[in-house]
């Protein structure tokens, strides 16, 4: 997604992950420790509403650590590790605008944002990420939104953008919207921020998959679950569960297993005859959710790589929680209710949103 920080504002590509909190982009100076990024870095200095974040603000990473009297100037060193790399910097406040033209442009003062000096380079093109998790940080939080609510394009598909909505605008109505409910998170951090579902069994076509009716469930030690993560692409899996969805693509499709680990790091491929060949048809797949199915299609679970096609899944180590990642949500409407404690969702054309 686009943000713009900063007076006057500065737009830059970042990703956004209900699979986190904080907010942040590289900021200028910044060392050999930072990555290679397309545009401009934000700078500080040249905004004039540029704040450092005090570090017993309530939105603070520290404000645990300082107590409610802390010294003058006090302010917050975050250093933030993700699935795939980490950020290192400084807790500020910042200006944001939001809208894609001044005409229905809204600047929102007072956003607490990470300026980060340090990083790992896992960050694909982007210049840095958006935290749309439960806790007080997120975007989502700090807005006061109430609801969001995005529909992805195909993941193939370079020349369409997705939509993100913020507030009453993200509401979902029709006919075809299934809704269930989210289950509570722990309350240990990071575990806190992530949005569980509960997701009672899978489905290939007609056939119901033999999984154990518990290897969803989020244990009392905060192990286990599923979350829904925008910021995770490719879906992974409890052992119990994956290894039953792969018995039965293995079984529907008929060309032979071909290793396609090191292309697409996904352990379940077929190979094809050619760069244009057309994978047979396949049924769709179902994740039974508490009270709402998902129907996704074949192109939602099946990837095309280099003369391979290969289920877009993965193993989940044991005791880890598995993902319900974006690559799954093509083309699907999600609606996250903060209030109503909600996700919903529907099949739509996200191009045309």
Not at 135 to 146: D, I, K, P, T
Request: aromatic share 8%; glycine share 10%.
């Amino acid at each position: 997604m686009t943000l713009s920080i900063g007076t006057p504002p500065l737009s830059y590509p970042a990703i956004a992950d209900t699979g986190s909190d904080l907010i942040w982009t590289q900021c200028a100076p910044c060392g050999s420790q930072c990555f290679k990024q397309a545009g401009q870095l934000y700078n500080p200095s040249s905004s004039t509403t540029f704040g450092v974040l005090p570090c017993n603000s309530s939105v603070s990473m520290c404000a645990a650590l300082a107590g409610p009297s802390p010294p003058p100037g006090c302010s917050c060193m975050y250093n933030q590790t993700y699935g795939t790399g980490w950020t290192a910097g400084i807790q500020s406040v910042e200006t944001f605008t939001f809208g894609s033209t001044p005409a229905d442009q809204t600047r929102v003062p007072g956003i607490a944002f990470g300026c980060s000096n340090a990083s790992s380079d896992d960050w694909n093109g982007s210049a840095g990420l958006v935290g749309l998790g439960r806790g007080s940080m997120s975007l989502v939080s700090q807005l006061g939104a109430g609801m969001f609510s995005y529909c992805l394009t195909r993941f193939q598909d370079s020349n369409s953008t997705s939509t993100l909505l913020l507030g009453p605008s993200a509401a979902l109505n029709g006919t075809g919207v299934r809704t269930t409910p989210f289950v509570a998170s722990p309350s240990k951090a990071p575990m806190s921020t992530y949005y569980y579902l509960n997701l009672t069994g899978i489905s290939v076509g007609t056939t119901a998959l033999s999984i154990p009716p518990n290897a969803f469930a989020l244990r009392t030690d905060g192990t286990g679950g599923l979350i829904v993560d925008s910021g995770t692409t490719i879906t992974s899996l409890i052992d119990a569960a994956y290894q039953q969805v792969r018995a039965a693509i293995e079984s529907l499709v008929t060309l032979p297993v071909a290793d396609g680990s090191d292309s697409t790091g996904l352990d379940l491929c077929f190979a094809l005859t050619s760069e244009t060949s057309t994978p047979p048809t396949m049924p769709s797949m179902t994740l039974h959710f508490d009270g709402a199915d998902m129907v996704l299609p074949v192109e939602n679970y099946m990837i095309l790589g280099s003369r391979v096609w290969c289920l877009a899944m993965r193993n989940q180590t044991v005791g880890a929680m598995s993902t319900l990642g974006n690559y799954q949500q093509q083309n699907v409407h999600l609606l996250y209710d903060i209030h109503k404690e909600t996700l919903s969702f529907a099949p739509a054309k996200c191009s045309t949103l």
